[in-house]
């Protein structure tokens, strides 16, 4: 072969690198020889507690029905969805997982000479999103691993259309709360698209982190993205959604894909979002999670960024290749995030207890050999 087809494609496309995801169980066990059933992935922050009872009773009665396209345009989700937060349907986006929300804005109003503002250390789909279209990604130093909404303003100027904000954010597990939220919305251009991405949200409790819902009415020119990937334990269905004005979801609805979202993951959102006892169970394992794993770190004399999320990201002080690589012998996966510029950081996902129990002892090995 002659033809140089990276060459031909768009000058955005040419620089970016592949997204890297977790490494899979049966990929690991490959590789190392090891029995699947004794390896514990806790790198992609999954929900531990696997899908709910009302979620694969509503995927079953959903089979027999394969061979007919999904509902375009998610009715019946978008109605619940609706009805759940109060919003008119007009203002709901459907997605296949809130990345293709990501992936609509930056289709929808990036492009090149424009530009969005995100932070050190935020979810790489910002800037996969925004380089793809060939718009300037603008990455504002990150304070203490959390965004500083004061630099992410200065940042701002007339050619930038997108502000990405992740609340809490991954993989640093940084938030901020809600008068930091109001003081940031109230300052950015009413022609600026803020994107509060509030992927982990279902793990805050009160009112420690901002519900970004509850702005919606005031700020005109902000959307929420949100997934049924985490806390609802449906990350293999793919499904997420936005809230914004109707104005932008008119907007996103003229270049999202028809059928994005398939039959089974729209009857199983349904379904999970109805499931309140499974999400008072997942938040509970979390937090419990949260707590094993910090106390097993203390003891371990290692330090961690504080989270708001299902995942922590645990500080090493040193290079984290040769520990990582470590982990995976002793058939533990977790996240190496030397591409989000942390090389002395690993991101460890909250699992079972037993799971968070085999993290800290074959850390506990590692470290000492």
């Known amino acids: 072969m002659t ?6 494609a768009v000058p955005g496309v040419q620089k970016l690198s592949p997204y890297v ?8 066990a490959r590789e190392l020889d090891l029995d699947p059933a004794g390896i514990v992935k806790l790198a992609s922050n ?21 061979t007919r396209y999904p509902d375009g345009n998610g009715f019946a989700l978008k109605a619940a969805l609706a009805a759940r937060y109060g919003v008119d349907l007009a203002q709901v986006t459907l997605g296949n997982g809130s990345n293709d929300i990501l992936d609509l804005v930056a289709r929808a109003y990036l492009a090149p000479g424009l530009n969005a503002v995100f932070s050190q250390y935020a979810f790489a789909v910002y800037p996969i999103s925004t380089q793809a279209v060939g718009a ?30 992740a609340n809490p954010n991954n993989p640093t597990g940084t938030w901020f709360g809600p008068a930091a939220l109001e003081a940031f919305l109230a300052k950015v251009p009413e022609s600026v698209l803020v994107v509060l991405d ?19 009415a005031r700020y005109p020119n902000l959307l929420v993205s949100r997934t049924f990937s985490k806390a609802y334990g449906l990350a293999a269905l793919r499904v997420g959604y936005a809230i914004s004005s109707p104005a932008i979801a008119d907007v996103l609805n003229r270049v999202r894909q028809p059928f994005n979202v398939n039959s089974l993951a729209l009857a199983a959102a349904c379904a999970a979002l109805d499931d309140t006892d499974y999400l008072a169970r997942s938040r509970q394992l979390n937090d419990a999670g949260m707590a094993q794993l910090e106390t097993g770190l203390a003891e371990l004399g290692l330090a961690w960024i504080p989270s708001k999320g299902n995942f922590i990201a645990v500080d090493f002080a040193r290079d ?14 977790v ?35």
């Open 3 to 8: 033809c140089d087809f990276l060459a031909l």
């Open 21 to 28: 995801p977790g490494k899979p169980v049966d990929e690991l």
């Open 198 to 216: 509030e992927a982990y949200i279902e793990y805050a409790e009160g009112d420690e982190l901002p519900d970004g819902l509850d702005y919606l």
């Open 136 to 165: 300037e990604g603008r990455a504002v130093p990150a304070r203490d691993y959390g965004h500083d909404l004061d630099a992410m303003l200065a940042a701002i100027d007339a050619n930038t259309r997108v502000v990405f904000l």
């Open 46 to 66: 999954e929900n531990p507690l696997g899908p709910g009872t009302k979620a694969l009773e509503a995927i079953r009665s959903e089979l027999t029905e394969l």
């Open 320 to 333: 984290t290749a040769a520990i990582n690589q470590a982990l995976l012998r002793e058939g533990v996966i």
């Open 335 to 369: 996240r190496p995030v030397a591409g989000y510029g942390m090389p002395h950081f690993l991101r460890v996902s909250i699992g079972l207890a037993a799971e968070n129990a085999r993290f800290l002892e074959a850390l506990t090995k590692v470290l000492r050999s």
